[in-house]
C-alpha cells in the first residue's frame, strides 16, 4: 500500500491510513488485493477506485480524486465531509508547529517535571516471561502454517503418532497463550494502566479471533448489495430470521446434492443457479416493498461471488468462547510459593484431546474448528479462517515486539 505518493496531500494521506485503521482494527496494516472486495462493499467504492487510492494500481503523477470520493472516506471516519477533516487535520499540525517552535524554551523545565516511568513489580517478571515465551511459540506455529508447512491441519493426513502430536500440539500453543493473556489481564489490570500499547495490542489479537458477532447481517448485506437491492430495510433483528430461511434452503441443497463446501458447485451449474434462485427468493419475500425478481441474468452473473458468500468456513470465536478457552487452561501452581497460578502442561491438555467425554473437551473442540483442514492455498473467499490466522499472526507479532520492549 503505497500512500506516499507525491500525488496525494498530507491530510489526503492522514484520511486513508485512518480509513485503513478502522477498517482493519489495528494501526499501521496495509490493504491487499484479498482486502478490495470488502472495502469496495464497506465503502461502496469501485475496486478501481480503492485500487488506485491504496496503490495496489499505480497513480499517474498530478492524478485526483473526485470529492465525493474525499466525502465517503472522511464519513467513514464520523466526519461530515472532507473539507471539516482537512480543517481539523490542518488545525492539529499548525499546534504541532507552534509547540515544536517553543520546544527549546520548555525544554529545561519540561525535563524537572518528567516523572519516571512507573515499572511492574518484581513478581510480574514470571508471567511477563511466561507470556512472551507462549507468544513465541504461536508466532513459529501460525509461521508454519502461513508457510504451508502444516499438513497435519488436514485430517486426511494425520495417519501416525507424529502428525497427531503435531497437531494437537498447535491446538496447545494457541490455548496456552489464551490462558497466559487472561492471567495476566487479571493479576495486573492496573500495571497494564501504564503500558497502553501492550493493552492496544491484547485486544487487537483477541479482536482477529472475534471478527463476526453478526454473520447473518453481514452475508445478507453483502447479497444485497450484490444483487443490487437496497438495504435500509436490513437490521440486525430481521437479519437473524431471514438468514435461518436462508440456511434451510442451503441445507436442503447440500442434503439433496452431497454439496460440503463452494466448490463442489463448480461443476454443476444448473444446481448453483437454482440455488440462487431460491436464496433470492427469500430476500423477495423478506423486502417489505414492491420490486420485481432478481433477474436469472443477474443471478448468472453473480453466481460465483453469491455462492463464495453462502458457503465461505467460518469460526470466530468469541470473547465468552476465549474466556472459557482460558479458564480450562489456568490452573494453581503448587511448586511455586510466591506464584499462584499457571498455565497447563501440554500433557494434561493432551489427555483432555484425547477424552471426547471430557467436559473440558468442548473449548478444545471450539479452537480445532480454527485450525482443522486448514488449506491456505485455497482461496481466502472460501474459507474466512485464512485472513483470520493472517490476522492473529500479525497481531500475535505486534504483541510479543511490545512484550519484548517492556523494561522491568
Request: hydrophobic share 35%.
Amino acid at each position: 500500500m503505497q500512500l506516499e505518493h507525491s500525488a496525494f496531500p498530507p491530510p489526503f494521506i492522514a484520511l486513508l491510513q485512518l480509513v485503513v485503521e478502522k477498517f482493519k482494527g489495528r494501526p499501521d496494516a496495509e490493504i491487499k488485493h484479498r482486502d478490495v472486495e470488502d472495502l469496495h462493499f464497506e465503502l461502496k467504492l469501485s475496486d478501481t477506485t480503492i485500487k488506485r487510492l491504496y496503490g495496489i494500481d499505480k497513480v499517474k503523477e498530478g492524478s485526483k480524486f473526485r470529492q465525493s470520493t474525499k466525502d465517503i472516506l472522511a464519513q467513514y471516519i464520523g466526519y461530515k465531509n472532507y473539507a471539516q477533516f482537512e480543517r481539523e487535520f490542518n488545525e492539529k499540525e499548525q499546534e504541532k508547529e507552534r509547540e515544536t517552535q517553543s520546544e527549546p524554551q520548555q525544554q529545561s523545565s519540561r525535563t524537572r517535571s518528567v516523572k519516571p516511568k512507573k515499572k511492574l513489580k518484581k513478581l510480574d517478571y514470571h508471567y511477563l516471561k511466561a507470556l512472551i515465551e507462549s507468544s513465541q511459540q504461536l508466532h513459529i506455529t501460525l509461521e508454519k502454517i502461513l508457510n504451508n508447512e502444516a499438513s497435519y491441519l488436514n485430517s486426511n493426513a494425520r495417519i501416525n503418532d507424529i502428525q497427531n502430536y503435531w497437531y494437537c500440539q498447535t491446538l496447545y500453543d494457541f490455548c496456552a497463550l489464551l490462558g497466559w493473556l487472561t492471567l495476566f489481564e487479571q493479576l495486573f489490570a492496573e500495571q497494564l494502566a501504564f503500558f497502553p500499547n501492550l493493552g492496544i495490542s491484547i485486544f487487537d489479537l483477541r479482536d482477529a479471533l472475534d471478527r463476526h458477532p453478526e454473520v447473518h447481517y453481514q452475508q445478507l448485506m453483502h447479497l444485497c448489495i450484490l444483487w443490487e437491492l437496497e438495504t435500509y430495510w436490513l437490521t440486525s433483528a430481521n437479519a437473524k430470521d431471514v438468514g435461518h430461511e436462508v440456511e434451510k434452503v442451503i441445507e436442503k441443497y447440500c442434503i439433496q446434492y452431497g454439496i460440503q463446501q463452494a466448490e463442489d458447485l463448480e461443476n454443476v451449474v444448473v444446481v448453483k443457479q437454482n440455488l440462487l434462485s431460491d436464496v433470492s427468493n427469500v430476500l423477495y419475500k423478506a423486502i417489505p416493498y414492491p420490486m420485481n425478481p432478481i433477474s436469472w441474468k443477474m443471478l448468472e452473473e453473480k453466481s460465483d461471488r453469491a455462492i463464495q458468500k453462502l458457503f465461505q468456513i467460518q469460526a470466530w470465536l468469541f470473547y465468552s468462547w476465549q474466556n472459557g478457552v482460558a479458564e480450562f487452561m489456568i490452573q494453581k501452581d503448587k511448586k511455586r510459593k510466591n506464584k499462584r497460578f499457571t498455565v497447563i502442561n501440554f500433557s494434561t491438555f493432551e489427555d483432555s484431546f484425547l477424552d471426547k467425554s471430557s467436559p473440558q473437551y468442548r473449548w478444545i473442540e471450539r479452537v480445532e474448528a480454527i485450525f482443522s483442514d486448514l488449506n491456505v492455498n485455497k482461496p481466502a473467499k472460501y474459507d474466512a479462517r485464512i485472513v483470520q490466522i493472517q490476522q492473529m499472526y500479525d497481531a500475535n507479532k505486534c504483541l510479543l515486539q511490545t512484550l519484548k520492549a517492556i523494561d522491568v
